[in-house]
């Protein structure tokens, strides 16, 4: 498998952010600054700034919004080759206006997403070298949840990643200004079927999926229904705006294990938004890298998506020395230096 | 007729404008400066400015991208009483991206603007006081070429005002990119029985109504086809994106005279976007206020958008006074002063 | 009294604040960030923001400068008709440099307020029919220390609308740079026959009135020397520069009701400046609108507050929909969503 | 001489000066530029980036907005010892707000520099060893135009200086906002006769001191009239507010010599504030240091004043080997290197 | 040879630009803005943008300004797999100090850029399979200018890439302040017998190769000494730092024939770095897509390098459609769109 | 010892620090923050602040960016009377980039600072009159660590000045990217019999000098080795790079007595680079000011050094006033005012 072009493609909407600079707000700011994300895209850029080769797959505008958004992946070293071009007079880029929150004052979103480019995304676009391209495909319940048409998209594509050897992740990442959670419900049960790794917070599980007991029952109940090889579910606390704790508990069923550490308490949050995609993005990676020890994945995971918060924008900013170097701090006892110089 | 609330209300879509900063490109801007602006927002605020009492007539969302449009609406001390408010999850402001050009690089422009909050205006929505209530009436082709639907409401909204007894203005404000000139011509000629201050660019005359003959011959034959009293054209020469000259020409019908003065040379244009509405601006303060003289209604339109290409934004950003020096400088002939000091 | 024009008219100094960017000294920095404000006028413009129709009584100089604060006071959707203009070469607005705070490094201001044109304010200029054109009167203390004639002109006015059945608002507002207390207890003893509703707080009765006795019997005491309607008294707690707690205790004179609820704490403090203004305005809105159940007062001055010390600048910046979201969400016990999306 | 602690002394006001950033308007601008100036201590600041040593005499407030002129004169390596502080509770330091223009707008100017910590300075707060520390004393007609009391405090130093051997140096920077020709006209000819070298505008010589003939005969008139040693006029064209002419022309009495150059044409204007400073800054640093030979006064004065034009800010940003190269090329006719690498 | 993995590999230093903003000066900056660039890296960056794939080869350090290069590098869709990393405690990256100049001020550029870590870059640091990877290589003077021993690799590699069929394309880039005329062209004479495409200004040619003649006979004299297949000279007239005029003529040898068009006349500059790459960027493009037709060189050469003029930065920032766009109006005669709306 | 021309002269390396904007990372950030510092200087910066008469010695280049950094010095009042231009072509100034920290990601530096102009810096360079003009001279361990030749030129100077009775003050300052423990104990060793003044803290006694036991004995057993007069030991508490404690003890050997006062906690850290150095400042303020009662030198040393954590730059910002008003509230028990106001 290694002789794949890419370690992971990722499925899902390209966005331009616009958020008003610190502590302004939507309502009376001069300027918004602008960042590229999208659930998917996130996950992506984090593998790629981690070291592995990432692709995104969706569809944007072939106009100046979309030269910008292909500017800033390529800047994220995430490959477009798969990000088809739509010329049509009507093209557009989904957008989101984000302000962030301070005590008591929490974090807003405007949504601007609809009839966008990436609903016109046909699966018969792509070519059928993509299938075999990579060791993992990922996307997510946002995806699902846009219309009908991208869902059904989706899940073909899905199905072709999975007949060529391709590791299916999904994140659940339930949104309820996009379908309720019935409507969610039913359509991730369909294709559970097709995959490996489930992404799941203990709280949608309950809320969803009606799952009861323990966190731990809950997240080994997915794999009793499914043919899940993992599932990891996240625990972040948000004290303020300004201040999370973060922790995650993954699940392996082949061994019957939980893997799990000392969750990261007290981060100065800068930027909250993409920090659950930074999760998925170092745990993907763990699990990519380490399959052996699942330690990893808990301990990558954890600590990008800690460092994402302490960012502004929708991706992590960071390279592996440093992640490694948080895990060790984080993992040991003792005194630590305050920076090196 | 003094004693009608507003001097004047414009109809027209409300926008966001998203620019980079001076110089920079959309495709790679870090951040983007906002202005809200709109053809006949452009008209009302610039009136305002000059000291008569105006409103908006349309729809906004009513989330926080709408609340910021109403907040710099109510910076230019323009009314929002008939800015409906679009309470449905799918409310959306429209959205254009501009860059300023540099010489040979050309000024470009990405509309983001369908299936915006406007489009769902209904005549019905407005109170009846509303049609009572201004001395003149402005909108423009652009909201026309909108779609159908809104044609229609524009239609019957100024059937409405004209009955109780308002004075129609009316741009052709011709766009390429919404429809086709046989598109205008047809529907513009159905107005224009309504019109009384009609503006129409010599070249949009000769290539949207086929008009002949010298600039002012193409003027005067609006006013044999139609009961308009007023008919303006405007000169804009673009020497380079940071370098305009403008003039204009006012024809009046019952006098068959027409106003005219020198043209501004080398204006340092900072911004050129709204320099045609700002025209607009001073041209019908011109009229509503000196409907004796129209070559007051030339001076301060020539003046106003002169003004408004050296600010950045969509709105010019001038009190009265300064209008009024400026139009005196370039009146005469001997030396001016830099400044005063 | 439905029918009157405004629902609140505040009389005041209207200033401009210059300040550095957030962390940065006064006494290096290359750029100052401009707010219009003034004690009087962030009330307005929270009145304003919560949704009732409000006007600023003062005078400002007619240059640019006064042109700046009209525009930002137009942006408020506060009216300007009673906003008097100073022709005057020697006229100039207010000014005051406010630096931010980091502990242990406390907030430092710096004023260039004398020799103003609200200074040159005559009861005369305005018109006989403003005094019975508002509900509700508001002025504060630091009005009538401005000066002898200052404070003569306001007292004049304050009676002028209590004849004509206006409501008398009052903010103690204690300033020891403008005079001293025993200077402001006496002029202050002398309007408060005149006053309905009453903000001072506790410390203040204390230190100003020489107040004795439990919160409640200091504010009590008042009602029984004058015939006010209402006494408010805030609470505010200064852990650090950017860590403030905020409550506050309305008493309402003819039902002898104490109304309170627990305090906001943890406030994530970005610019505490006009955070008492808007504790009145939440406070005045809720008297207004809600003047059988002062609970409203309470709740939404708190939360009115609270948002304030988030946002930069003088005024607060919110609709009222999101203080009605912050005020379930406080006062419930259960966990609340980081955000809707 | 030599041996004196300053090349150079200006006494007059340290303003504050206030300004939206480029092309934006003050009437709506969201920051302010700060930049300390004042037109002698624009020459002071000139005259020690070009190598001398330079004093700035004067009075300022003791408060942080003091602190924050006296942290920009240091920079500008002009000693602040004769810089007195004012710390009575009413010290302010003016202000002036400035807005560039842009063809057919013009630059715009605020004044508020009434009542500030200047009026007060008295000539019996300066030591008597400030009299003997420098080789040349310089002061302008701003100065003079304050108040009476200011002109009288000024002229008494100006004389003691004089009386021990300082050379006099004097611009009439005539403005009309301040005083009339007339006043300027009776207030110059007093202190004339103290005089050495003097800076007058041609325009100003004939406007104010009724001068009549050719320029060097106006030049001229002032040396019979006077014991002057020099004098110098300058020749600005505005052709508009981003691009300016200019050039000068110095008259040394004792030689009876006219020096001149060709003049700098199309200036590529970012900020003319202070050019004429710049000039003066450069012609006595000429002066100065080359006494022999005025022709370097002029073409140092030209440069200086040239490169001031190009730059924000009111003081000139350079250093001398810059000027000298501009002056090689300037004067040179070949081809010149567009930049050096 | 279209199966190469990269149509176009360069070869050079990777430098950090720092720029003070707009019109400000380097000796009193609060800011520097960051700019990766480097005349082959622009180059490179230049024919990405056009739509060929090319790639870096160099030497950056793997610190975190290390990091930024290769995010920038990234985002201008170049790669980085030939660009290898300095992991020693001295790596650095060069830097040079960049000031933008406004008539009659000229640009300034301080260098800093020795001992970086491009200096230990050795030819057997780089895989075999690199020499067969690219339709072109490109390199200029400036990296045999650095020392003795980047030579020798250039020198090496170019040989390499020689033998395995790449064209070779080479810039003179001639800088005085890195060598002197006569060391630049033994050097060069000696690489001259490997090169195929040949950069050279007309001027450098007679300076630094003693070239006498008409242009056309200097570039025609190079193919007679050398096997040179293409011959390229740039003519660029610097009327101000903000307004130039450029130009380019191509000989080819195989067919004996000059190539040109009508020069860029008034490019209103915004940041001329990086242009005279920006053409080589077009020119290489025109060369690799339409070998045939060395008018298409021509054309998109000046015209990229017209286009990079008006924008920051080091690259220029395009697409292809723009680039088409403005050499059909450039060679049409007719009236042209002010913009598309 | 009053007459000497400066209370204090400092020896060490001025840097240009390179600083992403708050929270922005430097793998990404557009723009870099400009800061010059270097402990020493800092140390000069903060005295002068202070209001003590300082001076930087050592070597900057004759090009812009050492203008720049002479600029910056002069603007914080310290003298460049005895710091060197490099005119060579090589010559540089040293640089760092910096970026803060957000919990849990950790601050981060990138040095470039080799080969820098200081590393030429000779003792002969500086003229004799030096050693006598200072009451104080004050270096530290960072200047010795850069290669052998400074430390030669560092301990010649040291000892010059001690040969004039100036006080010998030295910081440790241990870094461990410049020399080894070992390395630095051996060199410091050798300089300590000229040291009267000797900052040091309790880990680095500890783990450079071996010394154990109490804090207060390894503080008192550096005075029985070597005749210093005062020892200072730092004791910092990083919570998060948000939130330090900050506090300290002196120790005066000849009356055998400590001082102390209890810790700044909770500092709300901007930017904490530099507040080692401000402490120093501080300290030695309070032994030059007031050597009689080293309790003040502990009080203003941990007040400067909170200080200047709460605002970004390497410099404090600061008056003495507020110094005071800062220890004054520390040491009471007490409320304090908010604000003065």
Chains 1, 2, 3, 4, 5, 6 share one sequence.
């Not at 699940?251 to 893997?259: I, L, N, T, V």
């Not at 994402?308 to 992640?323: I, L, Q, R």
Request: aromatic content about 10%; hydrophobic content about 35%.
């Amino acid at each position: 498998m290694e002789c794949r072009k890419y370690d992971l493609l990722t499925l899902g909407e390209v966005l331009l952010r616009l958020s008003p600079p610190a502590n302004e707000r939507m309502i009376r700011t001069s300027v918004f600054e602008q960042n590229i994300g999208g659930a998917e895209l996130n996950v992506a850029a984090g593998v790629a700034q981690l070291g592995l080769r990432t692709g995104m797959i969706g569809k944007i505008p072939s106009n100046d919004i979309g030269r910008l958004a292909r500017n800033e992946i390529h800047r994220q070293n995430v490959s477009d080759e798969y990000l088809l071009s739509d010329d049509e007079t009507d093209a557009r880029l989904g957008i989101y206006f984000y302000e962030g929150g301070a005590a008591p004052r929490k974090p807003r979103i405007v949504y601007d997403r609809r009839n966008t480019s990436v609903y016109k995304m046909k699966a018969d676009e792509f070519p059928e070298e993509m299938f075999t391209s990579a060791r993992c495909f990922h996307t997510c319940g946002i995806t699902l949840a846009l219309d009908e048409k991208v869902r059904e998209t989706a899940v073909t594509l899905m199905r072709k990643f999975k007949e060529h050897g391709t590791l299916i992740s999904f994140d659940v990442n339930f949104r309820g200004n996009l379908w309720s959670g019935e409507e969610a419900r039913k359509c991730i049960e369909e294709i559970l079927p097709l995959v490996d790794i489930f992404f799941c917070s203990d709280s949608t599980a309950r809320l969803t999926f009606q799952k009861k007991g323990t966190p731990e029952e809950v997240m080994k109940s997915f794999t009793r229904d499914y043919p899940l090889s993992i599932v990891a579910a996240t625990d972040r606390t948000v004290h303020s705006p300004k201040n999370h704790s973060f922790g995650s508990v993954i699940y392996e069923a082949k061994s019957d294990r939980f893997y799990k550490e000392k969750n990261y308490e007290n981060i100065e949050v800068v930027d909250r938004i993409g920090s659950g995609d930074a999760y998925i993005a170092g745990a993907l990676y763990g699990i990519l890298k380490y399959p052996e020890d699942l330690s990893q994945a808990v301990s990558i995971g954890n600590a990008v998506s800690a460092l994402k918060n302490t960012v502004p924008g929708d991706f992590p900013a960071m390279d592996f020395s440093e992640v490694l170097e948080l895990i060790y701090e984080h993992q040991s006892d003792g005194p630590v230096m305050e920076m090196k110089r």
